[in-house]
């Protein structure tokens, strides 16, 4: 005599739409078939290149700043910082790419 399942939670769903998807849509663009990475990033705006304002806080930090480092520096900070990264982060990196 087979088994039969009659708990819903482990039974298969009768129709596709029932069905889960194989990623979730977490930029809401309908397409879940796309990595959940990539969506996240879309999300987020990177992928679009949209990119988020310096605050007054980070604005302040790059003008002291600028007095020491040249101004390709500087625009390498300030477009990292846009992106995402902390000061301190973009900071670095721009001292390893650019230099003083």
């Known amino acids: 005599m087979p088994y039969h ?3 819903k939670k482990n039974a298969m769903p009768q129709n596709k739409k029932n069905a889960k998807p194989d990623f979730l849509d977490l ?16 999300r987020k705006g990177e992928a679009k290149g949209t990119r ?3 605050t007054a ?3 302040a930090a790059l003008e002291r700043h600028k007095v ?4 390709k520096h500087m625009a ?9 990264m902390t000061f ?4 670095k990196m721009a001292m390893k790419e650019v230099g003083k």
Do not use: V
Not at 27 to 42: F, I, L
Not at 76 to 84: N, P, V
């Open 68 to 71: 020491h480092h040249t101004a």
């Open 52 to 54: 988020k304002k310096l």
């Open 88 to 91: 301190t982060e973009s900071h």
């Open 57 to 59: 806080r980070q604005e």
């Open 27 to 42: 930029d809401k663009d309908g397409d879940k078939k796309e990595p959940m990475k990539k969506a996240d990033r879309e």
């Open 5 to 7: 399942y009659s708990n």
């Open 76 to 84: 390498m900070m300030k477009r990292l910082m846009k992106s995402g």
